[in-house]
């Protein structure tokens, strides 16, 4: 059974930093791609971030270029995203996703990153 | 950017068809991803490739999308396909690719 499990949530001041997992189980990891996308409270689906299974292309929204930084450890079955400069509006929900040709078959749960000071 | 939009809501009566559309500039010539998320829980896919569908996801649910336009058709609608609803592509037209999802539309069953 694909299973999706995130974590690394928390409260943090804005202008600070807070890395997030994504740990994969249940498939072969290293054969697929990986996304991050976040929901804001009471707000619609916002896509971060695509890093491809070798980790050698990566793509992020205008929103995060800059600040966020997609990472994985195939060895260790994991997905990562650093994200520094934090902003109030970066407060959201955030996914793991597998990709699967261009649409995401599989998400986590989520874990919740909220940025207030 | 790419824009994908869709009505913020539509009402149905139960055993009637929800049709929920999703517009963007020639999304006729991409693939069309469709989502359901109810409340609290993750996101489900449930039609992919502008019409095909997972296993497991009723043949109540379709997909079609020409033009401008992609439809999400949800026949014999059931009080359990309440939810929000999120249309998706990959958008490689321009030097940032990425996805784009659309505005979602929130389904009420009557």
């Known amino acids: 059974e694909v299973q999706l499990v995130e974590s690394g949530g928390g409260l943090v001041q804005p202008g600070g930093s807070l890395r997030l997992s994504c740990a994969a189980s249940g498939f072969t990891f290293s054969s697929y791609e990986m996304n991050w996308v976040r929901q804001a409270p009471g707000k619609g689906l916002e896509w971060v971030s695509y890093i491809s299974s070798s980790g050698s292309t990566i793509y992020y929204a205008d929103s995060v270029k800059g600040r966020f930084t997609i990472s994985r450890d195939n060895a260790k079955n994991s997905l990562y995203l650093q994200m520094n400069s934090l902003r109030a509006e970066d407060t959201a929900v955030y996914y793991c996703?597998?990709?699967?040709?261009?649409?995401?078959?599989?998400w986590g749960q989520g874990t919740l990153v909220t940025v207030s000071s | 950017s790419y824009v994908l939009t869709q009505p913020p809501s539509v009402s149905v009566a139960p055993g009637q068809t929800a049709r929920i559309t999703c517009g963007g500039n020639?999304?006729?010539?991409?693939?069309v991803h469709w989502y359901q998320q109810k409340p609290g829980q993750a996101p489900v896919l449930v039609v992919y490739?502008?019409?095909d569908r997972p296993s497991g996801i009723p043949e109540r649910f379709s997909g079609s999308n020409s033009g401008n336009t992609a439809t999400l058709t949800i026949s014999r609608v059931e009080a359990g396909d309440e939810a929000d609803y999120y249309c998706?592509?990959?958008?490689?037209?321009?030097?940032?690719?990425?996805?784009?999802f659309g505005t979602g539309t929130k389904v009420t069953v009557l």
């Open positions: 490739d502008d019409s």
């Open positions: 020639n999304i006729g010539s991409k693939s």
């Open positions: 998706q592509v990959w958008d490689s037209s321009s030097d940032h690719p990425g996805y784009v």
């Open positions: 996703a597998r990709d699967l040709g261009q649409l995401h078959d599989y």
